[in-house]
Nanobody, 116 residues
């Protein structure tokens, strides 16, 4: 099970840290990703971190502003979001991919709203 938290309303230029708490199984060997979906748009890739941190990738739109990290001891994945823009407004989802393959588990999402 994946449960996101940390979303909310923030002004442009502000920061938020999203958390994704995992439970029910061991996700320590899964790649963990973040995705977002804005109203009327398809779900988009935001960031992914392999279980061993050998592979960390970001969407071009968030490079230099977002940072994905994980704390295996706390079974939690984070997305630090800085310099937020109104166009970052979306529901953000975390997802888990066993062995770095297809994303098999998804959270319910947390709303991020950035006001101008």
């Amino acid at each position: 099970q994946l449960v996101e938290s940390g979303g909310g309303l923030v002004q442009a230029g502000g920061s938020l840290r999203l958390s994704c708490a995992t439970s029910g199984r061991t996700f320590s060997t899964y790649s963990m990703g973040w995705f977002c979906q804005a109203p009327g748009k398809e779900r988009e890739f935001v960031a992914v971190r392999s279980w061993n941190a050998y592979s960390i990738r970001y969407a071009d739109s968030v490079k230099g502003r977002y940072t994905i990290s994980r704390d295996n001891a706390k079974n939690t994945v984070y997305l630090q979001m800085n310099s937020l823009r109104p166009e970052d407004t979306a529901v953000y989802y975390c997802a888990a991919a066993p062995g770095g393959g297809e994303y098999k588990y998804w959270g319910q999402g947390t709303q991020v709203t950035v006001s101008s």
